[in-house]
């Protein structure tokens, strides 16, 4: 009787056991389905060892792997050291949270990675004897180690700077700078026989987005992927008048200079030109001849043809941006040349083309002195950016510890 009943122990424990359905798991399943920010949802969905392997494998990291185990040290050291400058920055812009301390806790400073996920979670072993401060500070520096990891294994970043050489390229083979008594301005070189238009270039530069940048950027989305992001590499150009913007786009695009058809989709945005009312205009053959004609003779005077002023805000405008901001973006693709398993070959990268008038871009705080480019605006879009980076971490952050005392009734 007691081999049977050894026997029977036996081949239950053996049995799997019933699947069980996890809450939380299901409830981020319906934050993700509705489209929603990783960056603002704070669950215990990372609760054992098992689960935080199982989804550093599902991200291509095993820990096992020396080098792997390395590389997210770095990732690791890197995510508290921005969270920590991070911080600092909006406790003294005023837009951090008062019960929340911008020097970043000991105990998170010595933590693995493994132990700032169950922080975060709250299941700890030790979390009942953590400040409730060190979870908001693990959740914040848990957000950015998945945004750093995720950008180590881009191509966007992985290729800015051969993608940034290229543009200039671009712009070296299409831009000549013309120095006189008057100062210094831009001219397109010919590239036919046949006389170009006269366009007013007074500026042509281009520039790439910082690494803090970009974690900064993801962090203020509500789409935390690369994709969002199409000004990783930009060029800027300012001319004289918004109709010499016109007629620059018009060479452009007809001498083929740039690749057109690798527009991306919703893309350009621009506020400048009255689109619908030019479609009229050159649906007539008779007035669309004027137009043309008029366009390449003097861009001061075209008649039908009105500033296009911005009513309201658009969904897909910059959020952080100056509401006074205005340029004409243009986002394409362009042929990167990149070596793979030993042969020469290319892949698309998505660069920026943004245009304004000298007027415009003096409004922007574009600039350019002593070859040396410096943005007023700059600063204004970049505090925009931490100013929504703060009200996301303040909102966050609540959510959890509410989440927390949820679990714990």
């Known amino acids: 009787m007691k081999e049977n009943s050894e026997l029977k122990e036996k081949a239950m424990a053996q049995e799997p056991q019933e699947y069980q359905y996890d809450p939380d798991t299901i409830n981020l399943i319906a934050y993700l389905l509705q489209g929603r920010s990783l960056v603002d949802f704070f669950g215990p969905t990372i609760k054992t060892h098992e689960d935080f392997v199982a989804l550093l494998a599902a991200n291509g990291y095993d820990i096992r792997n020396q080098l792997q185990a390395n590389k997210l040290r770095k990732i690791e050291e890197e995510a508290i050291y921005f969270v920590e400058k991070m911080l600092k920055q909006l406790k003294e812009k005023g837009y951090l949270a008062g019960d929340i301390n911008p020097e970043i806790d000991e105990s998170l400073l010595i933590a693995s990675m493994k132990e700032i996920f169950l922080i975060a979670a709250g299941t700890h072993p030790e979390a009942k004897n953590l400040h409730p401060m060190v979870q908001k500070q693990a959740c914040i520096i848990l957000k950015v180690i998945f945004i750093i990891a995720y950008m180590e294994g881009k191509v966007e970043l992985m290729l800015q700077d051969s993608a940034y050489d290229t543009l200039q390229e671009l712009l070296d083979n299409n831009f000549r700078e013309i120095k006189d008594k008057n100062g210094s301005h831009f001219e397109l070189i010919p590239k036919h026989e046949r006389r170009l238009p ?59 200079r740039i690749p057109w058809n690798l527009s991306l989709s919703k893309s350009p945005k621009q506020q400048y030109f009255d689109l619908e009312n030019l479609k009229r205009i050159m649906d007539d053959a008779e007035t669309a001849d004027q137009f043309v004609q008029t366009l390449m003779k003097n861009p001061y005077i075209v008649e039908g043809l009105t500033f296009k002023k911005r009513k309201k805000k658009d969904r897909n405008d910059n959020e952080a941006s100056n509401e006074n901001f205005v340029c004409l973006s243009w986002v394409f693709e362009i042929p990167v040349e990149v070596e793979i398993n030993g042969k020469q070959t290319f892949i698309y990268y998505p660069v920026e083309l943004q245009l ?54």
Do not use: F, Q
């Open 356 to 409: 304004a008038d000298e007027e415009r871009a003096k409004r922007n705080g574009w600039r350019k002195s002593a070859e040396k480019i410096t943005e007023a605006s700059h600063d204004k879009y970049e505090e925009g950016i931490l100013c929504r980076v703060g009200a996301r971490v303040r909102a966050a952050v609540d959510r959890i510890m509410a989440e927390i005392k949820n679990v714990d009734k």
């Open 198 to 256: 006269k366009i007013n270039i007074k500026t042509v530069y281009s520039s790439k987005k910082s690494r803090e940048s970009i974690i900064r950027k993801l962090l203020s989305k509500d789409e935390v992927t690369s994709a969002t992001i199409t000004d990783y590499v930009r060029a800027r150009i300012i001319t004289e008048t918004p109709l010499d913007i016109l007629r620059l786009l018009y060479v452009l695009v007809k001498e083929n």
